[in-house]
């Protein structure tokens, strides 16, 4: 009888053949039997695809591929991702990482462990502190911050890093959360906090997610979001805002 996965690890990935350490994902599996992987091949035009598949044939039993026809974007590749694995797999707790491995599979299974009692939610949070490791560009840091702050102004929640692409979740509130399409292709992550307080109310939505400061998280300089985007993101938000605080409930 094989062995039930307890955490399954979304990654989407768009023209990553070169940005994906296949050492790094095959020595975590290896220490890490339990888990499973999910790629999600969000419509590369290079040869991600090859990558992947050469590493699954290193992991088959460990590692999932979903490949997409066309690029859809970050939010709707990880929602397939979650979707197929919930559909496909029995298992405990199931997040999504960024594919370049900012934040290491390692961590990620780290802040997995605050998943018990009430809390069902957790995520990192890139704060530069004595003891931890956060390189980024200054500019980037500067950008996020702000962002960071308007972002937690309009979901009245004090949450530092709505948008560090490391989060983890119990099964079934990835059910609920991940359900229905995301309005944003980028800040969905923003989505996700409006959801939860949509299902529970602000002040228990609180008391079952934690925010989890990151030892180590490296900015590999490859994102997929273009600089002009900063300029989008606003209108984004206005849209995200205006949505959910008019009617959250159409998205769960």
Known sequence: ???????????????????????????????????????????????????????????????HIVSLNKNVGKAEAVRAGINYCNENFEYQNIGYLD???ATT??????????????????????????????I???????????IATFISNILDLKVY????????????????????PFISKWLFDVELFFRMIQLFGKEKAILKMYEV??????????SKVKPTYFFKLWLDLYAINKAYKKNGAAYL
């Open 1 to 63: 009888m094989p062995n039930i996965p307890t955490t399954c690890i979304v990654i989407p990935c768009y023209n990553e053949e070169f940005g994906i350490s296949t050492e790094e994902y095959s020595t975590f599996l290896e220490n890490y039997k339990l888990t499973t992987i999910c790629f999600v091949n969000d419509g590369s035009t290079d040869n991600t695809i090859d990558t992947l598949q050469a590493l699954k044939q290193k992991h088959d039993d460990q590692i």
């Open 99 to 101: 594919a370049d491995l």
């Open 105 to 134: 599979l390692e961590e990620f299974m780290a802040i997995s462990n605050y998943l018990k009692d009430e809390i069902v939610f957790c995520f990192g949070s890139r704060i530069r502190k004595i003891g931890s490791t956060i």
């Open 136 to 146: 980024r560009e200054n500019s980037r840091f500067l950008i996020g911050r702000i």
């Open 161 to 180: 890093d709505t948008q560090c692409g490391c989060k983890v979740f119990t099964k079934d509130i990835s059910i609920q959360l991940f359900r229905k």
């Open 213 to 222: 400061p990151l030892k180590s998280w490296i900015e590999k300089g490859n």
